[in-house]
């Protein structure tokens, strides 16, 4: 379990982590969670080439490709493309972000990876000036679900229970010091 942030660093995904990237989505634990690998590859692929304005990144472990991890714009969400089947996300102010994140191999998970790579991408965004951050895991995904409280994530307590198959959760930044 990385302790220290600086054994943490993230870089834009790139052409060549496709291959890698599809290779850990046919895996059980992002088949449980994530679309189709052949889909989501295409999705990423776009990111890449500048077409979809999502940021992807590999986050690294000292020098090891350990996971991958996304940020997105609510604002560009919100229309009816994306409403119609996500309406929480008129929920939130078109400034906010939602973030994506999953550990690359399965051996790397339930050792704290996850919540100490989020910690340290939340202070980056932070920083960066978003005020608003949302994760929306299935309410099944236990093991996301505490790795992103431990983050500092908390559900909304008003979208409780009104999207089926989604647990809305919120980067409380007030209770989180950022170093």
Known sequence: MPTNSAEID?????????????????TPHWRQWWGEPGEEIGFIREMVKGRDTTRPFIFTVGDDPVGYIQYWFVGEHQVSEWTDDYPWLLEFPAEAIGVDISIGRSDRLSRGIGSNVLRKFLGDLVRKGYETIIIDPDPENVR?????AKAGFRPVARLE?????????QY????????
């Open 10 to 26: 993230f870089r834009p995904v790139t052409m060549a982590d496709l291959p890698m990237l599809r290779e850990w989505m046919e």
């Open 144 to 148: 996301a679900i505490r790795a992103y």
């Open 161 to 169: 229970g009104r999207h089926e198959g989604e647990l809305i959760m």
């Open 172 to 179: 409380d930044i007030k209770s989180n010091e950022l170093n």
